[in-house]
């Protein structure tokens, strides 16, 4: 099994701004990927939690978006095909939660 990746992006919107720019724009982001218009995304929000999971290419990713009133913590775990990108993805997924968040 891979370790989750963990991303964490600090803001000052309070939680329920947050968590709304999140769900009006985490489909948009996601399908601005490369490859975004091929992924199937489900999300649900439990509270101020989103759990989602990707599907894309016979692989699949899950995750946990966590608002508070400071700061979103997303924990993605990636397939061990995808593991290897890691890396990028945190730096990707960090730029586009910003940009949600402004």
């Known amino acids: 099994m891979?370790?989750?990746?963990?991303?964490?992006?600090p803001h000052?919107?309070?939680?329920?701004e947050a968590r709304r720019r999140i769900a009006s724009g985490f489909a948009r982001t996601v399908g601005s990927v490369p490859g975004g218009a091929m992924i199937k995304?489900?999300?649900?929000?439990?509270g101020n939690r989103m759990l989602f999971e990707a599907r894309a290419l016979g692989q699949s990713v899950s995750g946990v978006v966590d608002v508070a009133e400071t700061v979103v913590t997303?924990?993605?775990?990636?397939p061990p095909l995808l593991q290897s990108f890691a890396d990028k993805l945190r730096g990707r997924v960090r730029d586009a939660g910003q940009l949600l968040l402004k």
């Open 2 to 9: 891979t370790q989750p990746t963990t991303v964490s992006i």
């Open 12 to 16: 000052q919107l309070g939680a329920d």
């Open 41 to 46: 995304l489900s999300e649900r929000w439990d």
């Open 74 to 78: 997303l924990t993605v775990t990636l």
